[in-house]
């Protein structure tokens, strides 16, 4: 009588020690199985980063974004042969041919970062492109292109915050974002620079009203109170010169990281004059993303002072290189906008 006592108890207990890690018990002793929450990956150690132009850009007439896939070697360049490789075009390529120009992996999947913020998602190349570009010989450059298609929320070709980039890897990176520059700083003509970059700004002689500087300064300001920000300075010398296009103009670009807690950010060397955004996951930010007129660079916040990895991607012309040139002259208001970005 004993023994049947504590049965139904010690039959509960096995009951509840048999269920997988997951389950729940209900009252009735019953229990309801529940998914265990798959951990965030986070963004990649070491990550493959691809950068994406507007098919406007690549000389081709529809609109879209275009993902970079390869630079094609000369030898096995067939598509712009002659006087056909000292211009600039698109020709279509077919998808059996596209491996032996130098494709990666199509088994490794491309994970698409569109709007800020927002989680990537998988993106599949549909159709591919040899893109001639460049403004010189020495610079021009056969580039294997693709349409993708995805599920992803991507802004259309129009500004540079709306740029996409990938990650190319086998597993999702769950937890891993993209987050784009959202803060502006102008300094108008007359006012100190900011007392954090005065360090790396050179003294220039420049008393109004012949000469003109304004700075600009575009960033982001993190939870932990860390920052990336790219700075602009222009000086303008007037001359006696009305028209802002005839003023001697001398700008200066600077990319900076400020760590949580500190109180001067280091300059980030070697890379782009454009803060493009940052990769970051839990942790907090994990590699800051420039560019600069055909390259994408990728930095580690934990080393300030490394060489960046840098991604080429297209060549501009000479009058995108000109167009696209950092500088806050008045004059740049009259000029055609026109952008490797689209921006």
Known sequence: MRFSKWTPSLALG????AVPRGAMAQDDGSAVIIEAPVPDRGCPKRPDVVPFSSGSHLGLERSGWLVHQAVIPESKDTYFKGLERER??????????????????????????????????????????AVRK??????????????IQSDCDMLPPGRLSGT?????QKDEPTGCKLRRPTE???????EGLPAD????????????????????RIGITWEDGGAVSDFTVSWMDRKGKKDPCDWATEDLSLLFYRPSGALSPASLKNGGTVFFGGLHDSAGLRFILSRDSGSLFVHDPAKPKASPKAIRFTSPSEEEVLLTRRSLSPCKVKRPAASPWGE
Do not use: H, Y
């Open 88 to 129: 600039e075009g698109a020709k279509l390529v077919a998808e059996e041919d596209v491996r032996k120009l130098g494709a990666p992996d199509p088994s490794i999947p491309l994970w698409v970062f569109g709007k800020n913020d927002t989680p990537a998602c998988r993106a599949t190349p549909t159709q591919w492109w």
């Open 184 to 190: 502006r700083e102008l300094g108008k003509d007359g």
């Open 197 to 216: 970059v005065m360090e790396f700004v050179p003294a220039r002689d420049c008393e109004a009203p012949g000469c003109l500087r304004l700075w600009e």
């Open 134 to 147: 460049g403004a010189t010989d020495a610079e021009r450059k056969t580039f294997l292109m693709a349409e």
């Open 14 to 17: 096995l009951t509840l020690f």
């Open 164 to 168: 996409p980039v990938a990650l190319r």
